[in-house]
C-alpha cells in the first residue's frame, strides 16, 4: 500500500501564507469554543451570537477541500498535519500543542488546557490525557523518522490532572524489530499525574519501504 497521502506542489511560500491565515482565523475560532462553554450572557446574546456564526458557516461553507488536511501533503511526502486534534493549525479543538523532539527518541511539549477540556469538576478529562500522550508518544518515535503508529497504550492515571499549565515528555526505550517501546507522562504542579507506557508498530504496508532503517541495530536506550 502507498503512502496514505496527496502529494501537491504547495510551496513553502504558500503554504506560510496561508498559515498566517488560517493561524489567527483559527485562534479566534477556539475562543469562541471557551466562550461557549465560559459565557454568562444571557439568551438574546447567546441567540444572536447563534445567528453570527450560522453567517460564518455558510460563508466558508462555500468551498470545500476534496481530501482531508491530514492526507494532503507537499511533494516529498512532507506532510502538513494542519488538521491534526491537538498541533493542527487549523484545528480549534487543538490546545495547540507545540512539540519540541530530538533524534534521540525525545519529546516533550509545555502546553494549556482550559474548562473546554474539563472531566471531572476542575480536572482534565481522561480521554484528553490520553490525546495528547498519545501525540506526543508520536513524535518522540517519529524523531527516529519511522512511520510507526499505535499498537498499545497503556496509561495509569496516578492522580487527577488540573486545568492549567502542564507538561507532557515523551520518550522511546527500546526497539525490537518492528516493535518500538516508549514511555511518556503528563506533569502538573505536584508532579506526574498520569504515566504510559507504548508499543507503536511499523506497519507492514511500510516495513519494505524502510528495510533499511528497522531492525537489531537500533537497539537502545534513551528514556529522559
Ligand atoms: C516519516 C517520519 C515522519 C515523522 C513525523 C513526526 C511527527 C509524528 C507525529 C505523529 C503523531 C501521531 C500520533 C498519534 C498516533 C496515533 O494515533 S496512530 C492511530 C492509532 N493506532 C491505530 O489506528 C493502529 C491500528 N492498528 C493497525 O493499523 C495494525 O494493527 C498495526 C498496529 C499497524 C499492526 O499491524 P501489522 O503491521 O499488520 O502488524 P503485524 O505484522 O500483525 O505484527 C507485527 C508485530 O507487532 C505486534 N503487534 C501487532 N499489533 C500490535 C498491537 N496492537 N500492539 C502491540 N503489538 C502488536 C505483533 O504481535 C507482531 O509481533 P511479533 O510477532 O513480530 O513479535
Avoid at 511499523?202 to 519501504?209: I, K, L, N
Amino acid at each position: 500500500m502507498a503512502w496514505p497521502y496527496v502529494a501537491d506542489d504547495t510551496s513553502d511560500p504558500l503554504l506560510a501564507a496561508d498559515a498566517e491565515v488560517w493561524q489567527p482565523f483559527t485562534d479566534a475560532v477556539r475562543e469562541l469554543v471557551d466562550a461557549c462553554v465560559q459565557s454568562d450572557v444571557d439568551a438574546d446574546d447567546v441567540r444572536a451570537a447563534q445567528a453570527d456564526v450560522e453567517a460564518a458557516l455558510a460563508r466558508l461553507g462555500k468551498a470545500r477541500l476534496s481530501t482531508t488536511l491530514g492526507q494532503s501533503g507537499t511533494v516529498g511526502s512532507r506532510r502538513r498535519a494542519w488538521g491534526n486534534p491537538v498541533i493542527g493549525v487549523r484545528n480549534p479543538i487543538a490546545p495547540p500543542l507545540h512539540v519540541d523532539s530530538d533524534p534521540a527518541g525525545r519529546a516533550w511539549s509545555d502546553f494549556h488546557l482550559g474548562p473546554a477540556y474539563e472531566g471531572p469538576p476542575g480536572l482534565v478529562h481522561g480521554g484528553v490525557v490520553s490525546l495528547i500522550i498519545d501525540q506526543v508518544l508520536g513524535h518522540a518515535v517519529g524523531a527516529g523518522r519511522q512511520p510507526a503508529m499505535t499498537g498499545t497504550l497503556t496509561i495509569r492515571y496516578e492522580r487527577g490532572t488540573p486545568l492549567g499549565d502542564l507538561r507532557v515528555e515523551a520518550w522511546v526505550e527500546r526497539r525490537e524489530g518492528v516493535k518500538i517501546h516508549a514511555g511518556a507522562h503528563v506533569l502538573g504542579p505536584d508532579g506526574p499525574t498520569a504515566v504510559a507506557e507504548a508499543v507503536f508498530i511499523v506497519p507492514r504496508r511500510f516495513r519494505d519501504q524502510l528495510s533499511d532503517g528497522i531492525g537489531a541495530a537500533d537497539q537502545g536506550s534513551t528514556q529522559g
